[in-house]
């Protein structure tokens, strides 16, 4: 999910998986995503900072580990 609308995140995965035979697009209502967030987080262990290990993901786990436990 991004906030940066028109960019083409489909020619970017395409080219990440070349010898993939399908890739979809799916564009997202601004509305749905909180939603979608909480629950790709809740049902899969999926978000951003298990998606992108940087130094903000790392300040995002402690901030939540922290909100978590308190």
């Known amino acids: 999910m991004t906030?940066?609308?028109?960019r083409a995140h489909d020619a970017a995965i395409?080219?990440?998986?070349k010898n993939a035979t399908c890739h979809?697009?799916?564009?997202?209502?601004a509305q749905l995503?909180?939603?979608?967030?909480?629950a790709?987080?809740?049902k899969h262990g999926i978000w951003r900072g298990s998606l992108?290990?940087?130094s903000a993901g790392a300040a995002?786990?402690?901030?939540?580990?922290f909100r978590d436990a308190s």
């Open 40 to 42: 790709l987080r809740e």
């Open 24 to 29: 979809h697009r799916y564009v997202i209502a």
């Open 3 to 6: 906030a940066r609308f028109g």
């Open 60 to 65: 995002e786990t402690t901030s939540a580990v």
């Open 33 to 38: 995503k909180q939603q979608l967030r909480e």
């Open 14 to 17: 395409s080219e990440v998986l």
């Open 52 to 54: 992108f290990p940087d």
